[in-house]
């Protein structure tokens, strides 16, 4: 049966993008049943509706407390009955309640190369701490902000001139590869969140996640 996946997304969208573009290709593996955002011009839901996909909008300025978006945005996504919800730039802190329902199949993107630079501005902060490289990663989310088991991550070097608007596109580039490979993996029952480890294909992960480059050199 084709997994049921649910994005949720604030902004533009690129990444859910890439996943639409790359399960279209694969349609009894997996399809997007619905995409959630938290802000009504979020340019993604035109991605979305553009690839005939439902979309809801729950604005969290509409509610009091954290707690009460959380509890609503739950019920929304609940609705499409997902096996998998991937955050792909959902710019919001999650409560532990939320997190705890969707444990095990809750997949974020980050664009750093955690345990380094959680949070925000993670291309500034990769230049101002003289990294040598940086990149973006794909892990399960947990109760901790950007801390959950890490699955993939992808790397470029940092170049001299490169700056922050440089680093981003390049990053981008890389997510567009590393979240519909994770996908599919979750997709095709391969990845699994065991305890607090992540397994592939029954084996545990190594704490600093799978490297793309090694994947695609073989390794
Ligand atoms: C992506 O670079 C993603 O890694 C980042 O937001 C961007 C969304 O771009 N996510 C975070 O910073 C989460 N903390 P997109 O809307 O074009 O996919």
Sequence with gaps: ???RIVVLISGSGTNLQALIDDLAEQPALASIVGVVANKVDAYGLQRAAAAGIATRVLNHRDFSDREGFDHALQHEIDAFEPDLVLLAGFMRILTAQFVRHFRGRLLNIHPSLL?????????????DEGDAEHGATVHFVTEELDGGPLILQGRIKIASDDDASSLAAQVQQLEYRLFPLVTRWYAAGRLHLDEDRACLDGSPITASGLRLEDLESGI
């Design 115 to 127: 345990p380094k630079h959680k949070g925000l501005q993670t291309h500034q902060r990769a230049l």
């Design 1 to 3: 049966m084709s997994c």
